[in-house]
């Protein structure tokens, strides 16, 4: 059980390339989540996901774009990359309501 | 909306030292509270949640929290911590839409 992956672990972008960082949860999790962690800011929720096919907004969705196809995968994709969008990124799952949401290890990306 | 104020940012402690870590949220609703633990370089796993009941809770690792719904607290205490505790804490609120609102964090070191 290897709960929530996530790929790459690094990766360095120039300034209008695109990308898109993979998520992997074994769990049948049907809650999806997206976060961008900036130094001194906690965590914001970029999008989210509540089920297969669907697909919502959450704090800091601009530049950003989601599918979900299957349960689970959750990809998050950066069309025209900005300098701003220099961050760790965690994507997490959970059962849904209040339970416990799990976190991948982390995506650390630098735009230059 | 929710807001999470952590009201440290770096904590500074001697092992086996007890520490505590103060956070404090608004929100004109019922919430669920939530403490998060980042070790370098890893995701985030939780350390404990308020759901109801009693004000007291306990978490993995020694930790507990208490909620004190007057002064919309949710600090979170260990009586004595270790090298091992070196970490960032998050502080988290959930409410309506079941969405995690973040605190922005507190970095505890942990001296011999």
């Known amino acids: 059980n290897a709960g929530v992956t996530q790929t790459p672990k690094f990766r360095i972008l120039k300034i209008g390339q695109s990308m898109t960082l993979q998520c992997t949860q074994d769990?049948?999790?049907?809650?999806m989540y997206w976060y961008r962690q900036d130094p001194g800011m906690g965590l914001k929720l970029i999008y989210y996901?509540?089920?297969?096919?669907?697909?919502d907004k959450g704090e800091v969705p601009n530049g950003y774009n989601v599918s979900r196809s299957t349960t689970e995968d959750f990809p998050l994709r950066l069309e025209l990359a900005a300098p701003s969008q220099t961050s760790v990124y965690f994507c997490?799952?959970?059962?849904?309501?209040?339970?416990?949401?799990?976190f991948g290890p982390g995506t650390r990306l630098t735009v230059l | 909306a929710q807001s999470v104020t952590q009201l440290d940012s770096q904590v500074p402690v001697f092992e086996e030292a007890p520490v505590e870590l103060r956070c404090n949220y608004s929100?004109?609703?019922?919430?669920?509270l939530f403490w998060y633990v980042q070790y370098p370089n890893q995701g985030l796993q939780l350390l404990l949640k308020?759901?109801?009941?009693?004000?007291l809770v306990k978490g993995i690792n020694g930790f507990e929290a208490e909620f004190n719904k007057s002064q919309t607290s949710f600090h979170l205490r260990k009586p004595s911590v270790h090298i091992s505790d070196t970490a960032e804490y998050f502080c988290?609120?959930?409410?309506?839409?079941?969405?995690?609102?973040f605190g922005a964090g507190t970095t505890v070191t942990v001296r011999a």
């Open positions: 997490a799952s959970s059962s849904g309501g209040v339970d416990t949401q799990y």
């Open positions: 769990m049948n999790h049907n809650y």
């Open positions: 996901s509540v089920g297969a096919g669907i697909t």
């Open positions: 929100s004109s609703v019922s919430v669920y």
């Open positions: 308020y759901l109801s009941g009693s004000t």
């Open positions: 988290a609120v959930m409410s309506r839409g079941y969405k995690l609102s």
